[in-house]
């Protein structure tokens, strides 16, 4: 026995073994031992080592030397970790899940407004407040995509429009893109009705008994309607995405609605976005149409990130829009765990996380107000460091590191996109800190500012403005000011930096007006000699 299982051994270095189940089921004691000998480095991925085993080529030597084959190529190491995702797409903000824990009050309660429209009335228009990462579109989307699958289902005309106020923010815009939509919808109809009408022209051209089957009573007749609907179809300008006047878009709009019966729910994503930026005139146009409207019918589902947006409102839009509304609260660290839990099991190799991975995500994202958003990124992200440092699972400090490095990311982000008078400001603080001074007041800032506004010829705002955009900045979370009494010298502003210094100068130096300051600091420098 003994000499018939060393030949097998050998037999298998040598190349004369070839079938991989039969070895796998007959491990020997000599397979162990040159597992053991590989050393901890490699005893982790087992299967791979034992599959190589099994590889007629190779050999002990051959695993150990290895790392050093010169036929390998860029990325093969990167493959060769066991990957920590299984379906990485899981966690990113554009999938939709299909189902979504700790949310079923509130889409119980959008679905028994809306079901009204599945019989043909109008469901009551509805405002959805809550801050971001709540589940409000996510809800929102699933809603609308049953409302419209069950619509089919019935064969009810209802229909589902969905917009979203961030990126179409004018009432031009949103008018537009509706017009479009229904526009496009009518002209499929209308598409689908002429083939059909051909079919039975043909038909009766063939058999005269058919037209007995249809509401026409002659040829003539068919093509009359055929003539009716082209020219309908001929009428229905799409809208171009500037240069009519706003009333034409709305006129299209409407017509192209009222085109036929039917009950549509016009959802408004990002709602507070479109009436900070163009005011109420749309939701005004909007909530009046139904009083004209013919043949259709609309409701409005506004979604508001900002609880206090309708304080901007026309009453009248006020109380048309909240005819019914619904709050989605923050989570809470348990039930964002589960919401992580749900989406990890699919997203992760099973083992991939350790035990404190997801209830850490949770907990730093209930501090970031409950944000669903910001857990799953952090998720995420956590992952991607755990992969890129070929870990084999994700540990706790993936997810702190996560945690800054999005939070440098949203640094950099709000730090790029100041108005450049603030980027100044900003720079004079930096510059301050740079050389040193401690205990930075308003008047040193307002100082090195002046210098600087001179150096890249920028105009010069009074120190009472320096101190707002100061005091700005504050709250962007970018400069921590304090108010320190000076005795009888009065009060002054204590000011310090709260970002990284080296980042932050780096991403206000990327901007074309600052970059030339670069060339002005020895100039700065030296009033910090004097
Ligand atoms: P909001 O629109 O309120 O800002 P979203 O609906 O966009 O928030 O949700 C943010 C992210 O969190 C999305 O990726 C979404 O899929 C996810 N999410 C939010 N709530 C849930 C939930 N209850 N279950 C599963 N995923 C959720
Ligand atoms: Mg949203």
Not at 77 to 83: I, K, N, R
Request: contains cysteine; negative net charge.
């Amino acid at each position: 026995m003994d000499e018939d299982d060393t030949s097998r051994g050998d037999n298998r270095r040598d190349g004369a073994a070839s079938d991989g189940d039969a070895e796998s089921a007959e491990l020997s004691a000599e397979d162990i031992d040159i597992q053991a000998s590989i050393g901890p480095d490699t005893d982790v991925p087992e299967e791979t080592d034992l599959d190589q085993h099994k590889d007629p080529d190779v050999g002990l030597d051959k695993v150990v030397l290895n790392d050093d084959d010169e036929s390998k190529g860029l990325f093969d190491d990167l493959l060769a970790g066991e990957p920590i995702f299984e379906n990485k797409e899981v966690l990113r903000p554009s999938y939709t899940p299909h189902e979504l824990p700790h949310r079923t009050d509130q889409i119980n309660q959008m679905a028994t407004i809306l079901v009204s429209a599945l019989r043909g009335e109008t469901p009551s228009n509805i405002l959805i407040y809550g801050k971001t990462g709540t589940g409000k579109t996510a809800s929102a989307k699933f809603v609308s995509q049953e409302l419209e699958s069950t619509s089919q289902k019935y064969d009810v005309p209802c229909e589902v429009e969905y917009i979203n106020c961030e990126v179409t923010d004018t009432q031009y815009r949103v008018l537009a893109q509706l017009a479009n939509k229904f526009i496009e919808k009518n002209v499929e109809r209308i598409e689908a009705e002429l083939d059909r009408l051909d079919e039975m022209r043909t038909r009766a051209t063939e058999d005269p008994n058919a037209l007995a089957e249809t509401p026409y009573n002659s040829i003539a007749e068919i093509d009359e309607r055929a003539d009716e609907l082209s020219e309908d179809a001929d009428e229905m300008e799409t809208v171009p995405m500037t240069g009519w006047p706003t009333d034409r878009v709305y006129t299209t709009f409407f017509d192209a609605v009222d085109y036929k019966e039917r009950v549509v729910v016009i959802m408004l994503d990002e709602i507070d976005k479109l009436v900070e930026k163009s005011g109420d005139d749309t939701l005004y146009n909007l909530s009046r149409m139904n009083s004209e409207l013919a043949n259709s019918r609309i409701s409005i589902m506004g979604i508001s990130n900002d609880l206090k947006f309708t304080d901007f409102l026309d009453p009248r839009v006020k109380s048309s829009l909240g005819e019914e509304e619904i709050v989605f609260p923050p989570y809470d660290a348990n039930q964002l765990r589960d919401i992580l839990q749900h989406r990890a099991d699919v997203a992760f190799k099973s083992g991939a996380l350790t035990d404190d991975v997801i209830p850490l995500c949770a907990a730093f994202a209930a501090q970031e107000h409950g944000d669903a958003r910001r857990a799953l990124d952090l998720l995420r992200t956590a992952g991607e460091l755990a992969e890129r440092g070929q870990a084999d699972t994700v540990e706790e400090a993936h997810v702190r590191q996560a945690q800054d490095k999005i939070e440098l990311d949203r640094v950099v982000e709000v730090v790029r996109t100041l108005p450049t008078q603030s980027k100044i400001v900003l720079f004079a603080i930096i510059l301050l800190e740079k050389n040193g001074v401690r205990n930075i007041n308003t008047g040193e800032v307002f100082n090195i500012y002046k210098r600087l506004c001179e150096e890249i010829d920028a105009d010069i705002l009074t120190q009472r403005r320096v101190t707002d955009l100061i005091s700005e900045l504050d709250m962007l979370g970018i400069v921590n000011a304090v108010v320190v009494s000076k005795g009888r010298y009065g009060r002054t502003k204590e000011i310090s930096l709260s970002v990284p210094i080296d980042e932050t100068e780096a991403v206000l130096l990327t901007d074309s007006r600052l970059g030339d300051i670069e060339s002005a600091q020895p100039f700065v420098q030296a009033r910090f000699d004097n």
